[in-house]
């Protein structure tokens, strides 16, 4: 993360650079640009070596909560050392607050261990942060998707209990329409559901 001033939007991603082995011809690398802010934001990606390397997005639109995967991929046989650079600009849509952050493109020899496995925790400590909130956020999204389930099938079932039982003499007089009229095993089924989403809505979260 980097910002020019304390009004930047810090710039978010998977990782600081990237290594390409000298021995691999047309390497393709991945990074991960998230947006943890609750607004979309625009990015633009530039490259001191354009000659060097080709990227499968350089601009484009991130919405509010999501990632975007980035393909760098080298198509030059470059000398171990070499480092270029991909500057990452980000805004907010439709504002004038922007932030930047640089991403390493490191040639390296052959058997050199990969950084997505060498990475020490605290380089992934910040991701990781943000993975479980993103995690985190989507639970709780499902767990109030699954309680108005529940609610909506409880309800359900409760007017399904107090709508009159087919057969019974109060049925016949009963201003409820007899395409509503529940047969008394249907009313059993009701009830053992209305009991089943009972205990899901109660139970402690």
């Not at 939007?9 to 650079?17: C, G, Q």
């Not at 011809?25 to 990074?31: C, D, E, G, M, P």
């Not at 925790?121 to 910040?126: A, F, V």
């Not at 079932?157 to 016949?172: H, M, Q, R, W, Y």
Request: charged share 20%.
């Amino acid at each position: 993360m980097s910002g020019a001033d304390e009004d930047a939007l810090p710039v978010f991603l998977n990782t600081t650079e990237l290594h390409f082995r000298l021995s691999e011809k047309s390497q393709a690398k991945l990074f991960t640009l998230y947006n943890p802010f609750g607004h979309s934001i625009t990015y633009k990606i530039l490259c001191t070596a354009t000659r060097n390397y080709t990227l499968n997005e350089t601009t484009g639109t991130l919405q509010a909560k999501c990632c975007q995967d980035i393909v760098v991929r080298c198509i030059q046989r470059l000398p171990v050392g070499n480092v270029d650079k991909l500057k990452i600009e980000i805004c907010k849509k439709g504002a004038q607050t922007s932030g930047s952050c640089v991403l390493n493109l490191i040639t390296v020899p052959s058997g050199h261990p990969d950084p997505e496995e060498t990475r020490n925790n605290e380089s992934l400590l910040p991701t990781n942060r943000m993975s479980a909130s993103m995690t985190s956020e989507r639970g709780n999204d499902r767990n109030q998707a699954n309680m108005w389930a529940c609610l909506v099938v409880g309800l359900f079932c409760a007017i399904a209990l107090v709508c009159p039982t087919a057969g019974e003499p109060d049925s016949k007089t009963s201003s409820v329409p007899p395409m509503l009229h529940m047969s008394a095993q249907q009313k059993l089924v009701a009830s053992y559901i209305l009991g089943i989403v009972s205990v899901l809505i109660l139970r402690p979260m």
